[in-house]
Structures are given as structure tokens and as C-alpha cells.
């Protein structure tokens, strides 16, 4: 028979978190980044870091609904309560087979994030969960328990307990301690508490079934009805203020069968399968919207090639300007939004910081526009899968009742990067070519991540709110639809389903080779309640390696672009395909665009016309341009319309005085004169060829192309000013920084170094020592003593290699204490091997407040 002794129980959180390996702390501090921001000096700094307020709240928020359950049974079970208390609690007096399956996995990770310590038969939550999770009447419990027949009679009258026991059929008692102990065993026996009960009248029964869910709490006068004074008499209702009584946790329990909430979820809620389809039907569609999204952000870049709308004080896109942009792009505004956002986000929108401050291209909008379409339109899928920014919230109110703007303050939510990354986990999850029924998805965020869907009493407790969280009571859901939204529109998703390059964005595995399902609607197709953990954000390295991989896939689906297109007799062109970019560049400024699809159609105007010559060309350019890029011969009415733009282009020529207008041909000038068009441009002869205007000369050559002309814009020296459609753009920008949710998750590099100086901080706070002569330092404290004494404990040590436990305080002022084995001391320093740090290091004598030799068997 063994003899091993068992090891002892840990009596604290710290002793518990002593007592793990290396790995075990590891899973602790990544699930919890926080605890070492700074890096704790020990392991007693990191427990109680561990159970600071702010540190259990955010640790609370991250457990999923199950987990969250087993935490709010564990606060109002005894203290410490055993493992087969807490199975009760869950599964009730009946049994759950399925809470006994998943118990084991939410208490253990109740016990990785240091929310949970001790041994089955010992569990103890930590105190400031305890406290956060446990009923009150200013924060009632969510399970809806009320407070313990101990804890309601705390301030009651001795004599007002002995006639509850009597009433109760129990025998009285000498004091009210027992008489508390008694009538909670009463309570807790199921057989005696049914036999008391079934005295109770029908009136009664319908009051603790109206209390029994919660809330606890209800209300009573002076003189209570015959009903509710039965119940009192007995303890089955108590007092806790005037007018106010509560029904005792032990006989919830009791008439629960057991249970501390009404329905336990140890399953996540199934992600349902709406339609199947076939993968390539999915891929082809995904890469049809991927195709659309590149023109749709190009076509809201071109658009505002010259500088766009105004900048608010405030900041941001106005609401008149946001509608000028959806009518541009033949969108709704909510969607103008978001493709207004992703390019800012991705670094080809920004303001020009100006004084007169508009929205404009960046100069990497140029860059963009040369690479590949796959590449393009990864960067586009890249920026919007980490941006913290939420264009879903636009034309909302923040928490001062402020219009939230496109491109303004107040649309960073933190939670996006992680929701979206979810999102297409769960997608991904899903057999290839299924897409989910629209509401499973939020619903499945809502159960791992219960708290954050809904702020919970303790979050409220510990936040007590702060800006930007007016719209967190379903935010998570929200962001969700949006990211549904988001990805079919940007080709990551297509008809709903995650496309084959959508799985690679996100690192996601090769699907499992599907049964065959049948196309289209999935009535009976299988759901998936399978629980998926939460996969690891990917490093910005994997996400671009992950990002190139998914370009590539989608390159073959994109249309090959085109250097030809059809010239037809209605002075339209139809292009079969996507323009290369020269071609697509010149056209865009000869011609303008009339429709879009799977080919687009553009129409030549006197208007189109008239802007090619001013950005340059000649009409002789123009003809050749156009007999060299069109299958067809070019028609006679648009050669015509060439011809006739470029003879009276620049026969008007207008200048700034204020503003002239002179012409060779006295006639033209004398029938602008005359027209009574011309009223408003203050127009009057100087010269028999020359006219001044008292309006600017952009306002007067507006002005004279409304009456029909085609004047030219020219210099101070006569010659005339070519106006290039790309001429405006911001100075060097970078893409806006996601907002993050908290401190980042450590690597593994950081994460050894941490875990390294903790052990060696805490073998320092935690090794014995010998006193040492004269020091003056109580228990647990720095030793400290004289400086001769400290010189010569140092230089014993050299001569004996033994370790020594020092007080140091650096030249910030901060003392800290250290494990050091010293090497030599000259010079007023001593050189020592640091156990803390794991390094040698070099120490002044006058910064060690102290100095002595560890306990004997320890050194």
C-alpha cells in the first residue's frame, strides 16, 4: 500500500495557483492578459491581481452561458461547496445527463481563469465573484434565488425566531443560532418540507409559486392577508423591511426540485441550416460580389477624384453628403456608408487636412488601383476583418444623444474584429455550401458570450457604464447581422454560404467531404449543436499569409479584364468585360457611365466630349483612341460629335481679371450678351473681343456651358489650362488603428519570460531566511539592515556561494525584493546571478536596503 501522503488542501488562491505548472499558468494568463499588464512581482501580486473587481468583470464577460451558470450556482451554494452540491444546483433533484457531461469542462475552465480554486470536495469561488454573482436586493441574482434563511434572519428578534420554529412544528431552542440551524434543516429535507407544504392552503401555494423564479422580493401591509400570514408564521416568507418580505433561498430549492435556474443550457444553441448549395455555385456567386465590391469602392473613389465633401467641424461625413454618395453609387445609405468606411479603413480615404478640409484619395488609392483584383480586393477583406469601426451604427445616437456620422468619432466598438472572425468560424463550421437560418447565428453568440449580449448585474455592478456602451444590450446580435451583411456584400460569403475563399481568410480548415444535399432550402436539414471553441486570432503575419492564400483561390473566379470595347450607332460602348486600367481610365473621362452588370455601358455626350478635351486630348487623339480599342467601326454620328465638340472647343476663352471671356469672333461674344441667360454672371464689353465677368472664372465657365458653349479655361500667359480628373489627392496617410478591447493576448516568447519572473519573484517573497544581525524588518517585509552589515552578509556569500534575499530599490523609487547568488563586490557594486530575473546583473550596495541568508536546506 502506498504511503504517499495526499497533499495538503491550498487555503487561498494564491497556495492554488502555487501549485500549477508552467502550462497551466500559461492557459491562465492568455485566457486573462490582463494579469500581467504589468507583470506580477509573485504569485501572491498575480492572485490578487486575479481577484481585483475590474479583472473578474471582464473575466465574467468571457465565459460562455453554461460556464456563467455553473459561476452563479457556485455563489449561492455553501461555502465551500462540493462537487455533487454544484451538480444539484445544476441539474436539480431529477439529474441531467447532459449537465453531467458538460459540468466537468465549465468547472474546469472556471478553474483555468482562477475564478474557481480547490479541490472537488472544496470548491470555493473567488470573493469578489462571490460577491458580484450573489443575490441582493440591489442586484438580484439571475438566478433568482433570494438570500439564505440565515442570512434574512440576521436581524431578527430571538423571540420572533423561536415562534417561527414552533409555528414550523419544530421544537424550541435555547438560543437563535440553533433555532436557524434548525429550521434550515426543516427546509433542506425534501420529505419534511413536502409534509409542511401540503398543510400550507391553496391561496398560500399560489403566492410561493408567483415568488419561486424570482424575483424573490414581494410587498406587504401592515395587517397581511390570512395567506400570505400563514406563510410568515412559518418562515416560509421573512421579512427583510417594513412592508417587504422574501422568500428564503431553502425553499426556492426545495420547490425548484433542486434547480437554481429554470433552464440550465449545457448545450449551445444549434447554428440551423436554412439552404444547401452547391460549392461552386457559392464560390461563383462570392466572387461575382468580390468582383462588384472593387468597382463600387473605385467608382466612390473616382467620384471624388477632385476632393470630395466638406469635413464637419465635428468631424465626419454629413447626412446630405452621405445622400449625394448613395445616389452616386445607386445604393442605400446604409450601404453607402459601409463602402465609405471600408476604404477609409483600408487606407484610401482620408481627409486632406487642408483648411478648407475635404474628403479625398489617398496616394495609396493609386498603389491599390495597379495591383491584381484578387490582391485588391484582399486588402479590402483584410482592413475590414480588424477594423474596430462599426458602419452599422451610422445615423444612430451616441450616449449624448449626438448623430453618429460617416468617417466621424464614436463608431469604434471593440467587439467587431472579434465578432466578425466568430461569425465566419461558425460558417465555417457548417458543412461546404450551407447557409445558416439568419437568427442561430446571433442566438449562438448570445449563449458564449451571455454577458456581453446582455450587460448582466455584474458587469453594470463594476462599469457602472461608460461611454460608447448606450447600445451594448445587444450589440453582439447586432454586429453579427451586420457581418452577415458585410461579407456577401464584400464576396466572402456567397448566397449566404462561406465561400472556399472565405474559409482561407480566416485560416479556417478544408471542410470534411459533405453528404450530397439537395439545392436550395434545407427544411430538414441537419442543425449543428456541436461546440465549436472560439478558434485563435491569427498573428497580423498568419492573417496576411492567410490573406495571400485567399487571393489566390479567388483569382481564377474573377473576370479577365479587356482591352476592347463595342462602339455602337446610338453613340453608346458596350465593354463585354472589365477594362485594363488605361483603357478603362481614358474612357471614364470621354464617356459616362449609363449602366452596370456583367457589361457596362458607357455614353458619349457634347458633355463627355467637351472633359476629354479639357484634360488634354485632341480630337485626333480621340479618333485614334477609339478606332484602336473598338471591334466595331467607329460610327459616323460619334466621329460627328468628336468633330463638332473640338471645333467650338476653346473658341471662348475664359480668364481671371475677376473673370474674362475674349473670342476672335465679335458675333459669339455679342450673343452671350444677349442672352438673358447671362443676367447673373455681370457681364460687360472692354474690347470689341473681350468680356468681363464679376464672377470667378470656374462659376463663369459653368455658367456659359449651361447657355451651350464650350469655352476654355486659360492661364495668366494665355495658354490654356488642362483639368485632370486625378489631380486632388491627401498627403500620405495610414489606415485608422482599431480601438482594442483590452491588452492583447501575450505570445509565447513573453509569455516564458513572464511565467519565468513570477516563479522567481515568488521563490524570493517565499524562501526562509535567517535573520541576520541588527536587521530591524518585520515578517513579510524587506530586510533591512546597516550598510557594514549588508557588505559583509554580500561578501560572505561570494566566499561560500550561497544564495542571499536582498531589498532593492531602483532608481525610480520602486523597492522590490530579490533572490540573488553574488559573483563578486568592488567598487560599491556587487555583480550577482538574479533568480528573479534569470540574468546577472549588477547592483549598487547603497540601493540594497538589506540583506540576509536563506533558511538552511533552502540556499
Known amino acids: 500500500m502506498s504511503t504517499e501522503e495526499k497533499p495538503a488542501a491550498p487555503r487561498s488562491l494564491a497556495e492554488a495557483l502555487r501549485a500549477r505548472d508552467d502550462v497551466s499558468l500559461a492557459v491562465l494568463l492568455r485566457s486573462r492578459p490582463d494579469l500581467i499588464t504589468p507583470v506580477p512581482t509573485d504569485l501572491t501580486q498575480l492572485a490578487t491581481r486575479a481577484g481585483t473587481r475590474a479583472s473578474v468583470v471582464r473575466a465574467l464577460e468571457r465565459l460562455d452561458r453554461f460556464t456563467l451558470q455553473t459561476a452563479q450556482a457556485l455563489a449561492v451554494a455553501g461555502d465551500p461547496a462540493t462537487f455533487g452540491e454544484l451538480l444539484g444546483l445544476l441539474a436539480g433533484d431529477a439529474g441531467d445527463p447532459a449537465v453531467g457531461a458538460a459540468l466537468p469542462h465549465a468547472l474546469g475552465t472556471l478553474r483555468e481563469q482562477a475564478l474557481v480554486w480547490g479541490d472537488d470536495d472544496r470548491l470555493r469561488l473567488v470573493r469578489t465573484a462571490r460577491e458580484l454573482l450573489s443575490p441582493s436586493p440591489q442586484h438580484p441574482s439571475p438566478t433568482g434565488l433570494g438570500p439564505t434563511v440565515r442570512e434574512a434572519t440576521a436581524g431578527m428578534s430571538p423571540g420572533r425566531i423561536q415562534e417561527i420554529v414552533t409555528a414550523a412544528g419544530l421544537p424550541s431552542t435555547h438560543d437563535p443560532v440553533s433555532a436557524v440551524t434548525s429550521l434550515t434543516a426543516l427546509f433542506t429535507d425534501r420529505k419534511r418540507m413536502a409534509a409542511l407544504l401540503a398543510q400550507a392552503p391553496e391561496e398560500s401555494r399560489e403566492v410561493l409559486e408567483r415568488l419561486v423564479w424570482g424575483p424573490p422580493y414581494g410587498q406587504v401591509t401592515a395587517d397581511p392577508a390570512p395567506r400570505l400570514r400563514w406563510l410568515l408564521d412559518r418562515g416560509l416568507l421573512l421579512p427583510t423591511a417594513p412592508g417587504t418580505v422574501v422568500l428564503p433561498r431553502e425553499v426556492a430549492l426545495h420547490l425548484r426540485g433542486g434547480r437554481a435556474h429554470r433552464t440550465p443550457e449545457p448545450l449551445p444553441p444549434p447554428v440551423e441550416v436554412a439552404a444547401a448549395h452547391r460549392p461552386q455555385v457559392v464560390d461563383a456567386t462570392a466572387a461575382g460580389q468580390a468582383f462588384t465590391a472593387l468597382a463600387t469602392v473605385e467608382e466612390l473613389l473616382k467620384d471624388w477624384h477632385e476632393g470630395g465633401p466638406q469635413v464637419l467641424r465635428a468631424g465626419g461625413l454629413s447626412v446630405r453628403d452621405l445622400k449625394r454618395t448613395a445616389v452616386a453609387l445607386d445604393v442605400p445609405e446604409p450601404v453607402a456608408a459601409f463602402w465609405v468606411e471600408l476604404a477609409y479603413a483600408a487606407g484610401l480615404l482620408a481627409s486632406d487636412g487642408e483648411a478648407d478640409e475635404r474628403y479625398a484619395a489617398t496616394p495609396a488609392y493609386d498603389e491599390w488601383r495597379e495591383r491584381p483584383a484578387a490582391e485588391r480586393w484582399a486588402s479590402l477583406v483584410t482592413a475590414w476583418l480588424v477594423v474596430t469601426r462599426t458602419p452599422g451604427l451610422v445615423g444612430g445616437r451616441d450616449a449624448k444623444d449626438r448623430v453618429l456620422s460617416a468617417l466621424g468619432p464614436g463608431l469604434d466598438r471593440s467587439a467587431a474584429p472579434e465578432v466578425r472572425h466568430r461569425v465566419l468560424a461558425l460558417l465555417a463550421g457548417l458543412p461546404e455550401g450551407a447557409a445558416p437560418v439568419a437568427e442561430s447565428v446571433p442566438a449562438r453568440l448570445r449563449w458564449e458570450r451571455p454577458l ?95 490573406a495571400g492564400v485567399a487571393a489566390r483561390l479567388l483569382a481564377p473566379l474573377l473576370p479577365e479584364p479587356v482591352d476592347h470595347v463595342l462602339l455602337q450607332a446610338d453613340l453608346t460602348a458596350v465593354a463585354p468585360g472589365p477594362l485594363r486600367r488605361p483603357l478603362a481610365d481614358t474612357l471614364d473621362v470621354l464617356a459616362d457611365v449609363e449602366s452596370k452588370g456583367g457589361a457596362t455601358v458607357y455614353r458619349f455626350t457634347p458633355g463627355s466630349v467637351r472633359r476629354a478635351l479639357d484634360a488634354g486630348r485632341t480630337a485626333a487623339d480621340l479618333h485614334a483612341f477609339l478606332a484602336a480599342h473598338s471591334r466595331t467601326p467607329v460610327p459616323q454620328p460619334l466621329a460627328y460629335l468628336i468633330d463638332d465638340v473640338a471645333r467650338r472647343h476653346g473658341h471662348l476663352r475664359v480668364g481671371g481679371a475677376s473673370a474674362y471671356v475674349r473670342c476672335d469672333d465679335e458675333a459669339v461674344l455679342g450673343e452671350i450678351l444677349a442672352d438673358r441667360r447671362a443676367g447673373g454672371l455681370g457681364l460687360r464689353r472692354l474690347a470689341p473681343t473681350v468680356l468681363a465677368a464679376q464672377v470667378a472664372p470656374a462659376a463663369l465657365l459653368e455658367g456659359l456651358r449651361a447657355m451651350g458653349f464650350a469655352p476654355a479655361a486659360e492661364s495668366a500667359e494665355g495658354d490654356v489650362v488642362i483639368a485632370r480628373a486625378d489631380a486632388h489627392r491627401t498627403p500620405p496617410r495610414t489606415a485608422p488603428e482599431p480601438v482594442p478591447e483590452g491588452p492583447p493576448v501575450p505570445d509565447d516568447t513573453l509569455l516564458t519570460a513572464a511565467i519565468r519572473a513570477i516563479r522567481a519573484g515568488d521563490l524570493a517573497s517565499t524562501a526562509p531566511r535567517k535573520p541576520a544581525a541588527g536587521e530591524r524588518s518585520g515578517p513579510g517585509e524587506l530586510p533591512r539592515t546597516s550598510a557594514a552589515e549588508t557588505l559583509a552578509t554580500v561578501q560572505a556569500a561570494v566566499l561560500t556561494g550561497e544564495a542571499l534575499w536582498i531589498g532593492y530599490v531602483n532608481a525610480e523609487g520602486a523597492a522590490s525584493q530579490r533572490l540573488i547568488a553574488p559573483i563578486r563586490v568592488e567598487g560599491g557594486f556587487v555583480t550577482a546571478y538574479d533568480h528573479t530575473a534569470d540574468e546577472v546583473r549588477t547592483y549598487p550596495l547603497h540601493r540594497i536596503t538589506g540583506a540576509a541568508e536563506l533558511a538552511d536546506g533552502d540556499a
Open 452 to 546: 456581453r449580449a446582455g450587460r448582466g448585474a455584474a458587469a453594470d455592478a463594476a462599469r457602472g457604464g461608460s461611454p460608447g456602451e448606450g447600445d451594448g444590450d445587444d450589440l453582439r446580435s447586432r454586429l453579427a447581422r451586420w457581418t452577415l451583411t458585410e461579407a456577401e456584400m464584400l464576396g466572402v460569403t456567397g448566397r449566404g454560404a462561406l465561400s472556399t475563399h472565405g474559409r482561407a481568410l480566416i485560416g479556417a480548415p478544408a471542410p470534411k467531404v459533405p453528404e450530397a444535399v439537395p439545392e436550395g432550402p434545407g427544411d430538414k436539414l441537419p442543425v449543428h449543436h456541436r461546440r465549436v471553441p472560439p478558434p485563435a486570432p491569427l498573428s497580423p503575419a498568419e492573417q496576411a499569409t492567410a
